[in-house]
């Protein structure tokens, strides 16, 4: 026998079939999409601040913080402002490359730098570091001109610099430093056997300098490094007799550690100023500003018209001397000599620079009052993380290092 529902019980039912359809979404037109069921969301991007020291172009005029542009990897970054370093505080670290030193040029070159003893110490604090081979700190950081001097001089009366790139040239030439000539030694076994060494030492010494150049801390140092380099092409060194199949492997060796250090340099913030100084001209000749060159044998453009070289036969070649504002002449050869390219690479790199005399040093001193701390905004380096760095002020590039980046 069946019952009917109680009224109790059907009205229950009756206020949840009420409820359901009242949670029943509205029918959908033809045509129209679906609502979104996913909630929207905001996502976040960590912006820092961060800096790198430049040398605005020549002859710039005064420029706001909107004419300047910093590109990392291709992207535009916005610049918030632009410093003018002046008188700010420099970290000044000189490091003596024994191994890689001339010791014809090293009494010169230090004691050029003792002459500027005041200038160095004026632009923040000295720090000397002789490595020969191994690094040993000869003078703690100070300001003091006297404690550099007497550093400096004393160590340019020491046989620190063994030239060892040039030595196993020799030996690839089959002429060992200090030795007679092995002809079983001028063949090219034998002089991949020596370049062999050479890209040994050349790794061994970049990674050394690396390691113990601390991170900057004003983000305003400058490495002087005494060196006079090493080829990156050794085939510009040698006959093509004794040039080994492994050229082009040792170029590119070669050219990978001087961009590795060149990258730690920037991570720590540090610019390279190469000091490959020419050995100094004979005492009984004139000053190196005033010595007379031949036509033919002075590099690059001609400083003044060409007036001709007709005079009555027999009679010696005019002979004609440089302006007295033109630069010494072994200051112009730094393009011509192979063992000065990654020198000169380190500086480009870097932002920093090539001295070939000690009538340069002056000017170099100058130009760190005059660069540029830009101020742009970006996202965090990770450790280890390098980044193509670019600046631009009114469409003209400024020297800047070729990265910005973090060391691990």
Same mark, same amino acid.
């Given at each position: 026998m069946q019952h009917a529902n109680s009224p109790r019980r059907l009205l229950p039912l009756a206020l949840l079939a009420i409820l359901a359809l009242g +949670?029943?979404?509205?029918? /959908?037109? =033809?045509?129209?999409? &679906? *609502? &979104? #069921? #996913?909630p929207p969301f905001e996502e976040s991007i960590e912006v820092v601040d961060t800096s790198v020291i430049v040398t605005p172009p020549a002859r710039l005029r005064r420029a706001s913080e909107r004419d300047w542009e910093v590109r990392e990897n291709g992207a535009v970054r916005k610049v918030d402002r632009v410093e003018t370093l002046g008188a700010e505080p420099w970290q000044i670290l000189i490091w003596i490359d024994g191994p890689l030193c001339a010791q014809a040029s090293l009494s010169r070159t230090l004691l050029a730098l003792a002459h500027q003893a005041e200038a160095l110490t004026a632009r923040g604090s000295v720090r000397i570091v002789a490595a020969s081979p191994e690094p040993k700190v000869v003078l703690a950081a100070t300001r003091e001109p006297s404690a550099v001097v007497s550093a400096l001089a004393a160590l340019?009366? !020491?046989?620190?610099?063994?030239?060892? $790139?040039?030595?196993?040239f020799w030996q690839a030439r089959g002429m060992p430093r200090g030795g007679p000539m092995n002809p079983a030694l001028a063949t090219p076994g034998g002089a991949a056997a020596a370049l062999g060494e050479l890209r040994t030492l050349v790794e061994r010494r970049s990674s050394l300098l690396a390691e113990a150049t601390p991170a900057c801390e004003s983000d305003a140092c400058a490495l002087f490094l005494v060196s006079n380099g090493y080829p990156l092409d050794a085939d510009?060194?040698? =006959?093509?007799?004794?040039r080994p199949a492994t050229s082009r492997e040792l170029a590119a060796a070669l050219a990978s550690a001087t961009d590795d250090l060149a990258r730690r340099l920037v991570s720590t /913030?540090?610019?390279l100023v190469a000091l490959p100084f020419a050995p100094p001209p004979p005492g009984d000749e004139e000053l190196e500003a005033k010595q007379s060159i031949p036509k033919g044998a002075r &590099?690059? =453009?001609?400083?003044?018209?060409?007036?001709?070289?007709? +005079?009555?036969?027999? *009679? &010696?070649?005019? %002979?004609?001397?440089? =302006? +007295?504002? *033109?630069?010494p002449a072994a200051a112009t050869d730094v393009y011509l000599l192979p063992e000065l390219a990654p020198? /000169? /690479?380190? +500086?480009s790199l870097t932002a920093g620079a090539v001295l070939? %005399?000690?009538? !340069?040093? $002056?000017?170099?001193f100058d130009s760190f009052a005059e660069r540029r701390r830009i101020w742009y905004r970006t996202s965090p380096l990770q450790p280890g993380e390098t980044r193509e760095l670019q600046v631009f002020v009114r469409g003209r590039q400024a020297e800047a290092p070729a990265w910005i980046g973090r060391p691990r």
């Open positions: +949670a029943a979404p509205p029918p /959908r037109r =033809p045509g129209t999409r &679906p *609502a &979104p #069921t #996913t340019s009366s !020491q046989s620190l610099c063994s030239a060892e $790139p040039d030595g196993l510009l060194r040698l =006959p093509q007799e004794l /913030r540090w610019l &590099p690059g =453009p001609e400083p003044f018209p060409d007036m001709g070289d007709q +005079a009555p036969p027999a *009679a &010696p070649a005019p %002979v004609r001397r440089l =302006p +007295a504002i *033109a630069p020198l /000169r /690479r380190l +500086a070939r %005399v000690p009538e !340069q040093l $002056p000017p170099l």
